[in-house]
């Protein structure tokens, strides 16, 4: 079974912060992606990586980065957490060409007080 | 922009009604799709998908979606739902053109009375 693993299932931080969300998946996955989810919106795209360092901006990049060094991990950081960014985030992998659906992590919880 | 629609926020049924979940998408070029599910407190799961072939495909726990080109639709069905079918569904396409990027809609949520 793929397993997408994210490091934190609820996380608290203050606005200001620096805040890393960390993925990790264990089936040689080349892209990678990550999401927020808010209610009535959907899933929307922030980012999305097809190969290690190598990085596309999604729909809603702003206030985001990412960090692709290894194959296998894919972070998420909010260099500066502000009260808009508290949501669920969720990290998906999936293999190159489209031709097969994508993995989830269970999500992490983020709230921004 | 490329757009996934799903005009169904909140669908409340009754045990055994019958379920048609809309989705429709705004893009001219080959699509795959994909229909996800949530349940309460677990990650997306994928219920059935489309590349190609047989328009009409069936899933898991008896779900099904039928793809109509001309239409830009792929809405999701099952005949007879169950108290267990209350989740959040997620249509989504993958465009060819973009290096596998998956678009998703806002989702639907469905809620079955027992």
């Known amino acids: 079974d793929v397993k997408v693993t994210q490091s934190s299932r609820y996380l608290v931080k203050r606005t200001g912060e620096k805040v890393f969300l960390e993925c990790v998946q264990d089936?040689?996955?080349?892209?990678m992606f990550w999401y927020r989810q808010d209610p009535g919106l959907g899933l929307r795209l922030i980012y999305f990586?097809?190969?290690?360092?190598?990085?596309e901006k999604g729909d809603i990049p702003e206030g985001y980065s990412v960090s692709r060094e290894k194959k296998e991990r894919f972070s998420l950081i909010l260099e500066s957490a502000s009260t808009n960014q508290t949501s669920m985030y969720l990290c998906?992998?999936?293999?190159?060409?489209?031709?097969?659906?994508?993995?989830f992590g269970q999500g992490t919880r983020l709230t921004v007080v | 922009a490329q757009s996934v629609s799903q005009h169904n926020h909140h669908v409340i049924l009754s045990e055994a009604a019958s379920l048609e979940l809309g989705c429709n998408y705004s893009?001219?070029?080959?699509?795959?799709l994909f229909w996800y599910v949530q349940y309460p407190g677990q990650h997306l799961q994928l219920l059935l998908k489309?590349?190609?072939?047989?328009?009409l495909v069936k899933g898991i726990k008896g779900f099904e979606a039928e793809f109509i080109k001309s239409k830009f639709s792929f809405n999701l069905r099952k005949p007879s739902v169950q108290w267990s079918d209350t989740a959040e569904y997620f249509c989504?396409?993958?465009?060819?053109?973009?290096?596998?990027?998956?678009?998703f809609g806002s989702g639907t949520r469905l809620s079955i009375r027992p």
């Open positions: 998906a992998s999936s293999p190159p060409g489209g031709n097969t659906e994508a993995f």
């Open positions: 089936m040689d996955h080349e892209n």
């Open positions: 990586s097809y190969d290690v360092k190598m990085k």
């Open positions: 893009y001219g070029g080959t699509v795959n």
């Open positions: 489309y590349f190609s072939g047989d328009p």
């Open positions: 989504a396409v993958i465009l060819y053109s973009s290096a596998s990027k998956i678009i």
